[in-house]
Every structure is written in C-alpha cells, then in structure tokens.
C-alpha cells in the first residue's frame, strides 16, 4: 500500500498561540490542513473562479500557514494509478469558487479525500476545530 499523512497547519502565529493555548484539546482550533500523498501534498483553498482550488505542495511546506504536526492516516490500498485517478477527480470537483469557511473548506477537502483514498485510520476530527461549531451536524 501507499502511505497516507495529513499535515496539520496553524494559519498563523497568532492562532498558534491559541493553539497551544488549549483550543485544540477543546476543538476550537484554527487550523488548515493537507494530505499528502506520492510525495505531494493536496489542499484545498479558496479563490474567485471556476478554476481548481485543488492545489498542491511540498509536503510539511504550505507557503502561508505554519506546520504544527502530522498525523498518520495508514496505508492506502489503492495502486498509484487508482490515487492519481481519484486527485483528478477531486481536481475537477473542488472549484476554488466553491470553498466556505465553514461548509467546504481545507479540513472538508482534507477528509473526503482520506476517505476516497481509503485512508484506514479515522479522520482527527479535532482539526476541524472553530470550523466544526458553524455546521448544524456537529
């Protein structure tokens, strides 16, 4: 199998701060997040047209937010070809037009990605954070 990661992000130093402070142990964390894959990292962000917000990465090394820690999500059972098959899809169905804060977002993204790549550990639902209050099903 391949191995799966999510990288976990605070956005800024600021939130860092209260990161550590103690929101993240009482999921009200402000955090962005990758999954990296195939030496690749893939996140989703936001932007004003019909274009991918799919983008991607150096894993650990987001241009903006700070790298606090990853997570491993275990091995894929999918073969390469099968893990491309599945980014080009989320590549064409992630407009960056689409992202919410709170509705569809970077931790969203991060976790239907894990589950289509069949990621066998369960999503940390604590990176969903701050995030997660503004949904009515959590």
């Avoid at 590549?91 to 969203?108: G, K, M, Q, S, V």
Wanted: aromatic share 18%; with cysteine.
């Amino acid at each position: 199998g391949i191995r799966l990661f999510l990288n976990v992000y605070d956005l800024d130093p600021t939130s860092a701060g209260f990161n550590n402070w103690g929101l993240k142990y009482n999921n009200m964390g402000l955090f962005h997040t990758g999954v990296e894959v195939l030496d690749q990292e893939y996140y989703f962000g936001w932007g004003d047209s019909t274009f991918s917000g799919v983008r991607s990465n150096r894993p650990r090394s987001h241009g903006v937010h700070f790298y606090r820690e990853t997570v491993d999500m275990g091995f894929s059972p999918l073969t390469e070809d099968e893990i491309d098959d599945v980014i080009q899809e989320f590549w064409e169905a992630w407009p960056e037009l689409d992202y919410h804060p709170i509705h569809r977002n970077c931790t969203f993204f991060s976790q239907q990605l894990l589950a289509a790549l069949q990621a066998p550990e369960p999503f940390p639902e604590w990176t969903h954070g701050a995030a997660a209050w503004g949904k009515p099903e959590w």
